[in-house]
């Protein structure tokens, strides 16, 4: 059976206890820690950049996944190179040159992503598919954590599975927003193998609970 990583998203995290925050997430059994990095342009909202990064590479050993929902992503490659991170998407939407962006994160030993807001279809992104290492479809439109989970991702993961089984068969699919215990088994069944989840998770006062019950 295939593994199926959780990665619990910082935003929904209590910012004035980060460190807390994180040994907790890493004893409660996670898989991945996802850090959404946002620039005030793509989304209408604000979260931290490499310093805080850097910080959080330091303290935990938990593979880190990089969300970047910024205008430019790739002014943030280098910098997330250096730093030792594993995972980072870029959004469709943000780039123009798509195969350059997968090139520059690859080159740097780093697992790349294209993430896809919920209205961008698949198409956009076909004739890359077997360059990606991970495609992150949203679940809800980025910005903000605790948003309602929009089921057309559905259609996506199976749309994505039917096009890469044959040319991609290793290609990770993630899920962001709206994640719970009341979707993870149909997002699992439809194929998906990594799962953000920020307020299920960190609105819990039981990690561990939480986490194993999107597993499940
Ligand atoms: C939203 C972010 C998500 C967010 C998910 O733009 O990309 O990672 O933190 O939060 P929940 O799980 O609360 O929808
Ligand atoms: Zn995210």
Redesign the pocket.
């Known amino acids: 059976m295939r593994k199926i990583l959780i990665a619990p ?1 910082l ?2 995290a209590d910012f004035m206890h980060l460190e807390r925050e994180i040994q907790n997430i890493e004893a409660a059994d996670a898989d991945i820690l ?1 850090l ?1 990095v ?1 620039d005030g342009h793509f ?1 209408p ?1 604000l979260t931290f950049g490499m310093p805080i990064i850097r910080q959080i590479r330091a303290l935990t050993k938990l593979p880190l996944d990089v ?1 970047l ?1 910024v205008q430019n992503p790739g002014d943030y490659y280098q910098p997330l190179a250096q730093c030792g991170v594993e995972y980072v998407s870029f959004h469709q939407e943000a780039v123009t040159h798509i195969h350059r962006h997968i090139y520059v994160l690859r080159d740097a030993g780093i697992q790349a992503g294209i993430a896809l807001n919920p209205a961008t279809p698949i198409s956009t992104i076909q004739p890359v598919l077997p360059d990606l290492d991970f495609v992150l479809f ?1 679940s ?8 309602k ?1 929009l089921p057309l991702v559905y259609d996506k993961i199976t749309q994505a599975r039917l096009l890469t089984s044959n040319i991609n068969p290793t290609l990770k699919i993630e899920i ?5 215990d009341a979707n993870a088994e149909a997002l699992i069944d439809a194929g998906a193998d990594m799962l ?6 960190f609105g819990n006062p039981d990690y561990t609970r939480a986490i194993a019950s999107l597993r499940q």
């Open positions: 998203s935003l929904s996802h959404d946002m989304v909202n969300h929902m949203m809800v439109n980025p910005g903000f954590g605790g948003q989970f962001d927003g709206g994640v719970t953000v989840a920020g307020s299920h998770i």
